[in-house]
């Protein structure tokens, strides 16, 4: 596989996750949450077994979009159904450990690679969604899109399951039912701004996500410790998902006391601080010329002075730890939490596909014109464009972004209605 093929391999699961999002959109109001997380292990499975049983490159193109489109709908969805199981004194928390999981699978991965060939990897792949499916058969559909099709008994069966036997189920409900519009959503309400006022927020996160060049940086980790002459790049990914697991799990576990907004800060400082450090290391020991003519060579050290290599070479190393564990802490996990907080309810499918699209459509094109933008812009142009927004990170924070930390789904609806 050249590096064009392995560009495209790495890339076209965005795509197939870009219109994931776009069907979980409408299956997340249709046949609820709870049916769209089983009905997602289709292409998942089926994608597996392309990819494991694939005699060229076309096959292996299309098992990742088959399981891209599974992701983009579970990117959706999950989101969707934690928020509105969940209490509002935890749901920082469990909507963050969504997260903590994929940095925690695509650590797994990265172990496993170490031993495993591809198609072996495949194959281990292929068991979580078989997992979630039979677990998702014994959980209850959220009392929310229950109250929102009608469905009264079933929602007080489903707190009863979610709070226990002593809870007030019938308080809670109603403070639900206060909330539920059932009339649909129409075209005109757009103008509304408790519609369309969350709608730019959420796709405004999105896209401020990945243009932090997170992706780009995460499935060229293995080149860029090569390049930075770290001894077995394979184990140096370990390494890297190791850090991010941890500092995920420390944003879940704080993420109820600190608040939203205050992690988002902390994350775009840090992620702005060691992108730019990154690119003074490129701008200090790349010669831009054999960069800029040869792009296929990305990170090469040939230029560096003799007898300081190694000694910079670990200033790249760390700079990337501090990025992956900035994005971890906050704009990692807080994103997705927030746009399952933020929509009204009867717009929640819909605003949040076209959230969900946003960031696989940003996650394709960072990832694919990755290589390109190392060529036009060199390799320290390129890690600067990111510091530069991350520092626009900080900012649409600290002006739009609402803070929804102790409060509920409906408190947050109304706050937007007001406003």
């Known amino acids: 596989m050249d590096s064009s093929q392995a560009s495209w391999f790495g890339s076209v699961v965005t795509l197939g996750a870009a219109a994931g999002g776009i069907l979980g959109g409408y299956l997340v109001d249709k046949v609820g949450r709870k049916l769209s ?21 076309w096959m292996l193109y299309f098992g990742r979009t088959l399981t891209g489109l599974a992701s983009g709908i579970t990117s959706l969805v999950v989101p969707v159904y934690i928020s509105e ?22 650590l797994g991965a990265y172990i496993a690679g170490v031993t495993l060939k591809w198609r072996w990897l495949a194959v281990l792949c292929s068991f979580p969604s078989c997992i979630m499916l039979l677990f998702m058969s014994f959980m209850p559909e959220t009392p929310r899109f229950l109250l929102n099709q009608s469905k009264r008994s079933e929602a007080i069966a489903s707190l009863r399951f979610l709070r226990g036997p002593h809870a007030d ?10 909330g539920v519009q059932e009339e649909g959503l129409n075209l005109s309400e757009f103008k509304n701004p408790s519609i369309y006022r969350p709608l730019l927020i959420g796709v405004a996160l999105m896209f401020f996500q990945q243009v932090t060049g997170i992706n780009a940086v995460m499935f060229y980790a293995e080149t860029i410790f090569e390049d930075a ?11 890297v998902g190791s850090i991010q697991v941890c500092f995920t799990a420390v944003a879940a576990l704080t993420i109820d006391k600190t608040g939203r907004k205050v992690l988002l800060y902390i994350s775009g400082i840090i992620m702005a601080l060691s992108t730019a450090l990154f690119g003074l290391y490129f701008k200090m020991v790349l010669s831009n010329r054999n960069n800029s003519s040869n792009p296929d060579t990305w990170f090469t050290l040939n230029s560096a002075s003799p007898g300081t290599e190694s000694g910079i070479s670990w200033l790249a190393v760390v700079s990337l730890g501090l ?40 996650a394709f094109l960072v990832t694919k014109e ?20 991350c520092c626009l990170n900080i900012a649409f924070t600290a002006f739009y972004v609402p803070e929804t930390k102790g409060r509920t789904l409906e408190q947050i609806e109304a706050y937007f209605r007001r406003s």
């Open 37 to 57: 997380l089983m009905l997602c292990s289709i292409p998942y499975v089926f994608g597996y077994i392309v990819i494991i049983s694939a005699q060229s490159v």
């Open 323 to 362: 990025f992956v564990a900035g994005f971890a802490l906050g704009w990692g996990p807080v994103p997705w939490l927030l746009i399952s907080e933020i929509f009204p309810l009867k717009a929640r499918g819909i605003l949040s596909g076209a959230c969900v699209l946003t960031n696989w459509v940003m």
């Open 85 to 106: 199981v969940s209490h509002p004194k935890v749901r920082g928390m469990l909507g963050s450990c969504v997260q903590l999981m994929v940095v925690t699978g695509i």
């Open 370 to 389: 990755f290589h390109d933008f190392i060529g036009f812009l060199t390799s320290s142009g390129t890690f600067w464009l990111f510091s530069a927004f």
């Open 229 to 239: 002459n770290f001894k077995d790049s394979r184990m140096a990914s370990v390494v």
């Open 169 to 178: 189920h019938e308080w809670e409900c109603r403070q639900i039912e206060a």
